[in-house]
């Protein structure tokens, strides 16, 4: 019989660490980004899904970047189902990623399992780790939930299967989802039942890839005979597979940078991906057509992806690749999603070998051949679309035994929009101290004071709460979450008309300065932004009440963008002005460490800056794609990049993210 139980996993934990609390009024970067007259030459169902609604701002998200490289060992909460054959364990707290999924006959892990959990900028918003399965919902990227908890209950089907659901309230496009998993009994396979539903009167854009972590060491096979290769120098143009200039990319190592192949798979064809070993034997991943796109993600041999496959684990860890299934053909498209509708589409994970000789045969043909022959013998496409039907008559079944719990954003939205979720319920119970002030703007029309001084809290910025916020009483919280929700719309004239509001008003002038010193960089003022900043900082300082993670947090964040800001501007005296005030603890983080050797730059002191390099430092934050160590290192030294500096992800002389 399956089992769904609670248990704990102890891993060497670098902590997620608190949100950044200054909201994230930026463009997001383009690393993901194909530009318009790329797009040109492209299908043109393609082109428009490219086009349509990508994602602009993080809000009402906010960045993770608390975290460091200090990892200690922790007991992680898991659930793990199991039955004769099957052993999954998922991470309820931690975006309901499935850590591990053994396979008990052969003794054998089927993913790439990371021995410890580090942090790194990969998410939309930040703190994201690598290994297992992942849910990606929301736009191109992966998830803003990677490091969040959500909701976790066992479900019993009316046919008594016993099922684990994850569920959530996505906020970057306001849609509830689940994720129901079970083992069927005598199974190999571990099933998942995803549904996304759009409750409101609008159309949607929507987004999910799902993306499965594998040793590296495998041949990487899909029903297509051509992809779609995209890279970090922000270029899509279709390939032939498995050979392309001269190599054979479904070996992940072979490549040289890091890369994505979208696979082509034809209409009609089963959906599968599969990642075997020399001797045939690996995962395979299938599901309904619903799921379409399927994908392979490399890290590639050079210097700057090795060294990300270094900075992801422990010294003396393989590496891996990812397998992946979305909805569309690539992850840089999203799908209309109409208003009131809903989408499903079951997955199946587990087991799978294959002649080895044909697998790793120089005939493709004969490859994809032997992997679909077999997963037919062993999962018939037929047998699996029948259990989509009997999971699509549990979807609705209310949850029992609750396992975790997740956030109170999809009570409050449920709160305020009377939403019928049969499922998924959103209890108010869930509703937490975030939540409470928006409760009180929609009760009682007014948006509360704060009673202490603090940093303000997460802003919502969907239109309805917008609306909320217009009409209730101009006090100067309320005109700052107005021009954070204002900016969000694309109205800047107006966001900057709320912040001066409430600036008039306000005991706390640095939050709505902050947000003035990002509108004057964004419209080319740098004198003035620089303003702004110095004296937003100085309210900080003179507010600020203790050294507890709160204030740490806002002060780390603030003074690190004033800093930028005062350097833009020429002005080195004040940048150093703000860079003594910062807490020795956070002067001492490699994100800061970075910044002093900036500061001594424009300071003329080249020397100094060097010695910073030399001392050595490890930025935790380090984005996706971003070359800021090594663009600063090539002003300070005409020497080659050092090897633990090297994260590039683009050939030289090719266009990136910056």
């Given amino acids: 019989m399956t089992t769904i139980r609670r248990d704990v996993l102890t891993l060497p934990v670098a902590e997620p660490g608190p949100a950044n609390p200054l909201p994230p009024l930026r463009p997001l970067d383009g690393t993901h980004h194909v530009d318009e007259r790329e797009r040109e030459r492209l299908p043109r169902d393609m082109a428009r899904q490219i086009g349509y609604e990508p994602l602009r701002s993080l809000l009402p998200e906010r960045v993770r970047d608390g975290y460091g490289r200090s990892r200690t060992p922790r007991e992680l909460d898991t659930i793990v189902l199991e039955n004769d054959r099957l052993r999954a364990t998922v991470l309820p707290g931690l975006g309901g990623r499935v850590v591990s999924l053994r396979h008990k006959p052969a003794d054998r892990e089927l993913l790439y399992r990371n021995p410890v959990l580090q ?160 001797d045939g034997q690996g995962l395979v991943q299938t599901s309904t057509d619903v799921l379409r796109g399927r994908k392979l993600f490399v890290w590639g041999s050079g210097t700057g992806g090795r060294r990300w496959q270094e900075w992801l684990t422990e010294p003396g860890t393989g590496g891996y690749c990812e397998i ?105 119970s869930t509703l937490g101290e975030a939540q409470r002030p928006w409760v009180r703007l929609l009760e009682s029309g007014r948006f509360p004071e704060p009673r202490r001084a603090g940093p303000p809290g997460e802003t919502l910025v969907a239109p309805h709460w917008r609306d909320m916020l217009e009409t209730a009483p101009a006090e100067p919280l309320t005109e700052y979450h107005l021009g954070v929700a204002q900016w969000h719309a694309g109205d800047r004239a107006q966001a900057v008309r ?81 860079w003594e005030r910062l807490r020795p603890a956070t002067r001492e983080r490699g994100r800061f460490r970075l910044i002093e050797a900036q500061l001594l730059l424009a300071e003329g002191d080249r020397a100094a800056a060097r010695a910073v390099f030399d001392a050595g430092f490890e930025v935790a934050d380090l984005r996706e794609g971003a070359e800021a160590v090594g ?19 683009r050939p030289p002389g090719t266009r990136g993210a910056g």
């Fill in 119 to 278: 942090p790194a900028d990969f998410a939309l918003n930040g703190a994201w780790f690598s290994g297992g399965i992942e849910w990606n919902i929301g736009a191109t990227g992966h998830s803003a939930l990677a490091c969040a908890p959500l909701h976790a209950a066992r479900v019993t089907a009316p046919d008594g299967t016993q099922l684990l659901r994850l569920w959530e309230w996505e906020r970057l496009r306001d849609l509830p989802f689940q994720v129901d998993l079970w083992l069927p009994e005598g199974s190999d396979f571990l099933y998942v039942g995803v549904r996304v539903r759009n409750p409101h009167e609008r159309a949607a854009p929507l987004y999910w890839w799902s993306n499965t972590a594998v040793p590296e060491n495998r041949r990487v096979l899909a029903p297509a005979g051509h992809a779609w290769h995209f890279g970090y120098e922000r270029r899509l143009r279709r390939v032939p597979v498995p050979v392309h200039e001269g190599v054979d990319r479904t070996y992940p190592p072979r490549g040289e940078f890091p890369a994505d192949y979208f696979y082509e798979v034809p209409d009609g064809q089963r959906r599968w991906i599969a990642a075997l070993d020399e």
């Fill in 498 to 578: 709320s912040w001066e509001r409430g600036l008039a008003l306000a005991p706390s002038l640095w939050p709505s300065l902050r947000c003035l010193a990002v509108a004057d960089q964004e419209a080319g003022n740098r004198e003035r932004a620089a303003d702004r900043y110095k004296d937003a900082f100085d309210d900080l300082c003179q507010e600020r009440r203790d050294d507890g993670e709160t204030w740490t947090a806002a002060t780390a964040a603030l003074g690190r963008e004033a800093i930028g800001a005062l350097l833009a501007a020429g002005r080195t005296a004040d940048a150093r002005s703000v």
């Fill in 324 to 428: 992946q299934a979305g909805l569309a053909r690539t992850q840089l498209e999203h799908v209309r999603f109409d208003a009131g509708s809903e989408v499903a589409w079951l997955e199946a994970y587990g087991p799978l070998g294959a002649d080895a000789a044909r697998v790793h045969g120089d005939d493709w043909g004969a490859a994809r051949t032997a992997v679909e022959d077999r997963l037919e013998q062993v999962l018939p496409r037929e047998e699996f679309e029948t259990a989509y039907a009997h999971w699509r008559a549990a979807a609705d079944t209310e949850p029992g035994e609750v396992l975790a719990v997740g956030s109170g954003w999809g009570a409050l939205e449920v709160l305020r929009g009377g939403y019928k979720l049969p499922g998924t319920p959103f209890d108010e």
């Fill in 631 to 649: 663009e600063l290192w090539s002003r300070i030294s005409d020497e080659p990049l050092p090897a633990r500096y090297d994260f590039r992800m």
